[in-house]
């Protein structure tokens, strides 16, 4: 799953402008119409009450039913502080601490590193300290996957930490995958079961979905889109995804929720009122667990933005509880970014000026996303308009073209050397400890690969260069990989190893870090 921009945002001491720009609900219908979005959903709260909630376009292209107020989308990684909330509730019952072990409430739990399981905190799960890489063990849930919560989080022993233990900041997914997993083990009750319950429920967010069967049975649903028949990934013409784009189950506390607008109000109402519901005297979570989710824990790298975004520059960034705490131009920002195929999110907060919204599209136009975000952040705390739409489209477009011409030479000038060895000599079952089995195989005058546990991603190999092939998944928007054997003195394959084609291959196709060796090698880890 997917963690597009989470950038955060910010509070002055004055007060917030009253209502949205004037002209706003034109100008999201314009950049819409110009960028080839779908559909797009706003929601607005200032000052305790809900100021804007509507949608613009289409739920899938090609169709005429409108977006509208109720139109869920899904959210991504927005959810992880829903699942945060899941958690402050057992904190606020006396059930859980922030900072117990792990290990103690669940037994069977296990890092690599032994000293890590033992001491390795609820906290720790949350603030991406954890000493795995960026996105490790995405595969285990991307793009698809029949494997279940549990032995998804049972794999987690397998993976290799790329630092040590709370010293560096990587996001990643799958301590979020713990985290619903300890909801269950707490509270007796499944995450799916417990966020309906216990977060939906309360706030009065009735059209809202925690599963993948219950967001496909949702009429009213913004259907994903994306450009794939390019050169790469994110050139092409606009098209819906197919039904294997859903995040798998098993990655459901991690980014699994689709919110509409009027839905997407409640929340952020409550999080501005620190845990109280709207409308109410009762709380989902008390004020101190508020502070907690909003307190800074792990500080991120900060890169150089390009001259023309040089006023989105922060001058610090740290995650908290589920949340990004940044400052943009002076006003702290809480915010998070979520990404799942052909959809885009973000949730900011301005807390200081008790203003909250969510800007979502049922594609990939992150310009869109980026862009509004940064108009809405302008105009609460008084800023004149940056043209930020504008500014993020040329920027991306000239990447993707960058990332075009770099992809085309290395296929238009492969050294034509090998393979090595006669492609039945190739075919084998392979596996890697955390991933498990994939299967090589003959397919004609040519050679196949097989994920037995996702949809989509087998493929036909074509001869690269050397003892290097070249998927080309079934389902284009799936990212296009090279496979490298290696061969051994005896000319046996020893390991397969791989890499993604394009340089802008989403981080969760983290195709680097899988290490096959042939099975009767590879017997301990996962199958």
């Known amino acids: 799953m997917r963690r597009a921009f989470t950038w955060a945002l910010i509070a002055l001491a004055t007060p917030a402008l009253a209502a949205p720009p004037a002209g706003f609900e034109q100008r999201v219908e314009q950049l819409r119409t110009a960028y080839g979005a779908p559909g797009v959903s706003i929601a607005i709260v200032e000052d305790g009450k809900p100021t804007l909630a509507q949608g613009w376009g289409v739920r899938e292209i090609g169709k005429p039913a409108a977006v509208g107020p109720d139109t869920i989308f899904s959210t991504g990684s927005t959810g992880k502080a829903f699942t945060v909330a899941a958690l402050a509730i057992l904190v606020d019952q006396g059930k859980l601490k922030w900072d117990d072990r792990v290990i103690d409430h669940m037994p069977d739990f296990r890092m690599w590193d032994p000293w890590v399981t033992r001491e390795m905190t609820v906290r720790d799960l949350l603030v991406h300290r954890s000493g795995l890489g960026l996105g490790a063990g995405d595969l285990l849930f991307v793009p698809n996957s029949d494997l279940t919560r549990k032995e998804t989080v049972r794999r987690l022993r397998f993976i290799k930490p790329a630092t040590s233990f709370r010293s560096a900041y990587a996001y990643d997914n799958i301590l979020y995958m713990v985290a619903g997993e300890l909801v269950e083990a707490v509270s007796g009750e499944p995450w799916e079961k417990f966020m309906h319950h216990r977060v939906f429920a309360p706030l009065g967010m009735t059209r809202s979905t925690e599963s993948n069967a219950e967001f496909q049975a949702t009429a009213d649903r913004a259907h994903p889109h994306g450009r794939f028949d390019g050169p790469i990934v994110g050139i092409g013409r606009q098209q819906p995804y197919g039904a294997e784009a859903t995040l798998a189950g098993n990655a459901a506390p991690a980014g699994g929720l689709a919110i509409s607008a009027n839905d997407m109000t409640r929340w952020l109402l409550t999080q501005l009122a620190h845990g109280q519901i709207p409308e109410s005297g009762a709380r989902l979570f008390s004020a ?102 504008e500014k993020y489209h040329a920027y991306k477009q000239a990447r993707l073209a960058g990332a075009a011409k770099l992809v085309g030479a290395q296929q238009a000038k492969p050294a034509r050397v090998g393979p090595s060895l006669p492609l039945d000599r190739y075919v084998g079952d392979y596996a890697d400890p955390w991933y498990g089995a994939i299967k090589v195989r003959r397919a004609g005058q040519s050679l196949a690969i097989q994920f037995p546990h996702s949809t989509g991603m087998d493929s036909v190999l074509t001869h690269h260069q050397f003892d290097t092939f070249r998927t080309r998944p079934a389902l284009r928007w799936i990212e296009p990989a090279y496979v490298t054997f290696s061969i051994d003195a005896d000319g046996k394959v020893d390991r397969v190893r791989m890499k993604a084609v394009s340089p802008l291959a989403d981080f969760s196709f983290d195709y680097q870090d899988l290490d096959f060796t042939p099975v009767a090698a590879a017997s301990q880890g996962a199958k």
């Open 288 to 389: 101190e667990q508020s502070k907690q989710m909003w307190t800074p824990v792990t500080l991120q790298p900060i890169d150089q933005r390009p001259p023309e975004f040089a006023l989105t520059q922060p001058s610090y960034d740290a995650y908290a509880l589920g949340w990004d705490v940044q400052d943009y131009r002076g006003a702290k920002i809480i915010a998070h970014g979520g990404a799942v195929f052909g959809s885009l999110t973000t949730v900011v907060l301005i807390p200081a000026k008790n203003v909250g919204f969510s800007i979502a599209v049922n594609s990939e136009e992150g310009q869109i996303v980026r862009g509004l975000m940064f108009e809405l952040l302008d105009h609460y705390l008084g800023f004149a308009p940056g043209q930020w739409p």
